[in-house]
């Protein structure tokens, strides 16, 4: 599979390698829809031009007999209803049609946007700015939408108009194609104009606004750090700044579009048609009749004329938006998911093969090697800044190797597909994320749907959780809010121990995970995760003495490179590192 191409959850194909191309390619997933709004399209130009050649037949009979009985004209009269109700039911048909296109494209570039974020990697994630993405999740996705429905809509529509009558005024007589013909050609230079004004500005209004909804996004997130410091006045000043870029930028998009010059080019042509007209029936080459359909041909030329301005401007607003959703997609990203690689059941064993790390060259980790045999727990200490994080998230791919190779089970973490890697190792960590859902929603986050509420009960109540849950009024069923914000960080580390434990994870990973809790709280988890330990390996990182003394092996990261290994009692007898991080606390009664 190609960087152009994307494998959607159905196995439908498309196309990234422009903006209208991948466009186009959406829109042909629905191409029997896109064929019932053509033809509807056809169908209603096509009728619409018979209103003014029967107009002007009628004009010719009256002329010739006078009223007389009336019949023919009421037989005209009785067409043209039975015209307007035709080109009535097939507009209707085709607007439906494309509505359709336009809803299912927004869906469809949305479901596949989502996908492509979610299989990006973390390092990518950690680069980019959130409200950014949510604009162009939200935002750009959404101008698709319109750009679609009512813009490309009217656009083709209008193209439509402006074709067939001309086409039309020909069959009258080749000679009144003179006004038409002037208008076309102006109207194609001023367009062209248009068009090309139209579209850099689109594009920075759309560049634009996700870096407003950027900034807007980062102070909310951040709001407690603002009001902290008192700087809500700067981060007005700051949202202001970009606020008033975006309004500059709209403002130049109504500037281009006020100097939008094809109705004048429309004015200029019907003149000379009339005149042209007027001149052809005093020399009687041309009747009344004909007359009076011609102008009425040409007054069908105002349609396509005035729509254009504001079709155009969705279009490019759309065209702008893809080209924005797919430099997202498009961005590489350093995590391959492996879908055929292997899966199968871990054993646990963890081998580190002078691996390396860094972000953005900057080196993290440096010849880490070491070996955690299944079931065993090792502990890795050092201080802030050592990487002892950065070295649990690269078991789990959350970051991959930049040098030398993990292995589970004999095999290298590539080589894993990455759900099944990812399904037996668990991570607790002490920030932790909780989404704004019930509790027990929270709890059986990551083990998807299939689980039941005694399963979740029974998690809770090993990560010591099922006391405080049920003292909620709507007990495993309380909102918890955005990020977990309405628990406490003890009740929040707890909730997550027990999302872990019900993973059933062959690997363990517990990052400071019990740091928000009280000493008599942690005897009382830690006491249930070593009952749960048994035949699974655990990477612990933590400043505790009373877990670390629990651990099988011990590793010292000091600067990202390992400084020592070996049991709780070499390493005190041995490193002076770990002998000034913990040798105080041994000798006062070994307290964490």
């Known amino acids: 599979m190609t960087a152009q191409e994307f494998h959607v959850s159905d196995s439908y194909v498309y196309n990234r390698s422009t903006p209208v191309r991948w466009i186009i390619s959406h829109i042909m997933r629905h191409k029997w829809f896109m064929l019932a709004y053509v033809v509807g399209v056809l169908i209603t130009n096509g009728t619409s031009v018979f209103i003014p050649l029967l107009t002007g037949q009628a004009f010719d009979f009256v002329s010739a007999e006078g009223l007389g009985d009336g019949r023919s004209l009421t037989t005209i009269a009785l067409i043209i209803l039975g015209i307007v109700v035709v080109r009535g039911c097939s507009d209707l048909g085709g607007q439906y049609a494309m509505e359709f296109i336009a809803k299912r494209l927004e869906r469809d570039a949305r479901d596949e946007l989502y996908l492509n974020l979610l299989g990006k990697s973390q390092t990518w994630h950690n680069q980019q700015r959130v409200g950014d993405l949510m604009a162009r999740a939200n935002n750009d996705v959404r101008e698709l939408n319109g750009m679609m429905m009512p813009g490309f809509s009217l656009l083709f529509d209008s193209m439509m108009a402006l074709v067939i009558p001309i086409i039309v005024i020909g069959t009258i007589n080749w000679r009144l194609l003179f006004a038409p013909a002037v208008f076309v050609v102006l109207f194609v230079i001023t367009l062209l104009r248009y068009m090309d004004k139209l579209g850099p500005v689109s594009g920075r209004m759309r560049m634009q606004f996700g870096q407003m909804n950027a900034s807007a996004a980062e102070t909310v997130t951040g709001i407690e750090v603002v009001k902290i410091n008192v700087q809500e006045e700067q981060e007005v000043g700051k949202f202001s700044q970009t606020a008033r870029q975006y309004r500059d930028y709209f403002v130049e998009l109504g500037v281009v579009q006020a100097l939008y010059l094809p109705p004048i080019a429309l004015a200029i042509a019907i003149t000379l048609g009339f005149l ?162 019930d509790v027990a929603a929270n709890i059986g986050f990551g083990v998807g749907r299939d689980v039941d509420d005694e399963q979740i009960i029974q998690a809770a109540k090993e990560a010591q959780a099922h006391d405080f849950i049920t003292q909620f009024k709507d007990g495993y069923q309380t909102q918890v809010g955005e990020r977990g914000v309405t628990l406490s960080g003890g009740q929040r580390q707890r909730l997550a121990i027990a999302r872990a434990l019900l993973t059933d994870p062959r690997i363990l990973i517990l990052d400071d995970a019990t740091s928000a809790i009280d000493s008599a709280t942690e005897d009382r988890i830690q006491t249930a995760i070593n009952r749960v330990l048994t035949g699974r390996t655990t990477l612990l990182i933590t400043h505790r003495l009373s877990q670390i003394r629990r651990a099988d092996w011990v590793i010292v990261l000091e600067n990202g490179e390992i400084l020592d290994q070996g049991t709780h009692q070499e390493l005190l007898g041995r490193c002076v590192l770990y002998q000034r991080i913990f040798g105080k606390r041994e000798k006062v009664g070994g307290k964490g």
């Open 276 to 437: 042209h007209g007027v001149w052809m029936l005093s020399q009687d080459t041309l009747s009344i009749g004909d007359l009076v359909a011609y102008i009425g041909l040409l007054f069908l030329l105002r349609y396509p004329t005035f729509i254009s301005t504001f079709t155009f401007a969705l279009v490019e607003m759309g065209i702008a938006s893809a080209k924005r959703i797919l430099e997202l997609m498009l961005q590489e990203t350093d995590i391959d998911e492996n879908e055929s690689g292997r899966s199968a059941k871990m054993d646990g064993e963890i081998v580190f093969e002078n691996v390396s790390f860094g972000y953005d060259e900057k080196p993290v980790l440096k010849n880490i090697s070491f070996t955690a045999k299944p079931g065993m727990t090792v502990a890795v200490v050092g201080q802030t800044g050592s990487g002892k994080s950065t070295l649990t998230k690269l078991v789990n791919r959350t970051y991959d190797v930049t040098d030398g190779r993990i292995l589970i089970d004999g095999i290298d973490l590539r080589e894993w597909q990455l759900d099944s890697l990812r399904t037996q190792i668990s991570t607790i960590e002490q920030d932790i994320v909780m989404f704004s859902r």
